[in-house]
């Protein structure tokens, strides 16, 4: 049994910092200019730091040069590129032709992931992009699992297979979607995308014997999300996963915070360990229960078991979890007063769960006392007021720092 790649996203380098703390096997991350997520904070100063990081403890980086680019965008794409043959993360992934020429040029050295914006959806496509010098290639999400078997059965076996276990889909095919730019004159093609397909519309239909008689589609005060989808979920499917022999399982997700990161990366990694060590033993609702906490849109299992599945769109918008937020971070500790970085209000008497790296179960414990980081005076309660704002906290086990808390709302 072949034990899958946990791939998780890297918005930033404390990101990354969370990703591998939390059980992350790999992590992709991109420049705001040259990759699909324009708002992550990372320029090529972070990236080298990301790569030398997750080397020195033996984790892997793939750098994300995934736009369509245009052709006023060469000249930077090839700066890029010499760059990465320099720092040698261990792959690349893009999706334009044009792009993956100038890398084979200018970064021979590092290899090729083809992104899930090419679309491979059939062992052909993939065995097209390994004759083009492609080391790995990015399944397009929109397959079920007898699809994704055929692909791993007749591709080369140095060719890689990735696919996506959790986090948005998109309404485009695979992220190819057209919608923002049409709308908003924002390119999800060049990584500024408007989330478009998140806006409450209200529509109507019109009678062609009747014109200018609107009548509403069915919606509430807020509109209908009709192009909404929901979340993608994979945490019940791991056994058929891992017996499908996928390289790389891929979270989805650069521009969610810490605390999502470390809470899914932490669900999977325990997941997958788990059904290794013991496949019969394997009981996905603890998983689920775990992820529950954290999800911000209704889930779902979208086409891997059912390719007539209908039961993905999210109608009622993006939800977010009423139970559970991101209470903070641990900066340092010691037995005494604990240093939290403040991510919501946190309060005397409050629950909060200390999310341990390895760990699925979270240590649950009340605030019994507050001190201001400052004066060290005791205080009723903290707000995260400006960015980086602290407490002092009494912690009922020994932590570390980087562990995330979670606040029971």
Known sequence: MKKPELLAPAGSFNKAKIAFLYGADAVYVGTSALSLRTRAEVQDEDLANIIKYAHSIGKKVYVALNIYAWDNMYNEVRKQARMLQELKPDGIISADGGVIDILKEEAPDVDIHISTQANVVSAHSANFWYKNGAKRVILARELDKNQIKEIVKNTPMGLEVEMFVHGALCFGYSGRCFLSDFLASRSANLGDCAQSCRWAYNVYVEEKNNPGNLMPVENDDKGTYIFSS????????????????????????????????????????????????????????????????????????????????????????????????????????????????????????????????????????????????????????????????????????????????????
Request: proline share 4%; glycine share 6%; charged share 30%.
């Open 230 to 409: 929901k979340d993608l979920c994979l945490i019940k499917e791991i056994p058929d996963i891992v017996e499908l022999g996928v390289d790389s399982l891929k979270i989805e997700g650069r521009l969610k915070t810490e605390y999502y990161l470390a809470s899914v990366i932490n669900t999977y990694r325990n997941a997958i360990d788990d059904y290794i060590k013991d496949p019969k033993g394997y009981d996905y609702t603890k998983y689920m229960n775990e992820l529950e906490k954290v999800k911000t849109r209704s889930l779902t299992t979208f086409y891997f078991n059912d390719r007539n599945n209908k039961d993905f769109q999210e109608y009622e918008g993006k939800q977010y979890n009423p139970n559970y937020e991101f209470g903070g971070k641990v900066i340092s500790y010691n037995e005494d007063k604990c240093v939290v970085e403040v991510k919501n209000k946190l309060t005397l008497g409050d629950t909060l769960e200390i999310l341990i790296p390895g760990q699925l179960e979270p240590y649950r414990f009340n605030i019994d006392v507050l001190w201001d980081s400052e004066t060290e005076e005791k205080i009723e309660s903290v707000n995260p007021g400006k960015a980086g704002q602290t407490v002092l906290m009494h912690m009922p086990i020994k932590v570390e720092n980087d562990w995330i808390i979670r606040r029971v709302k």
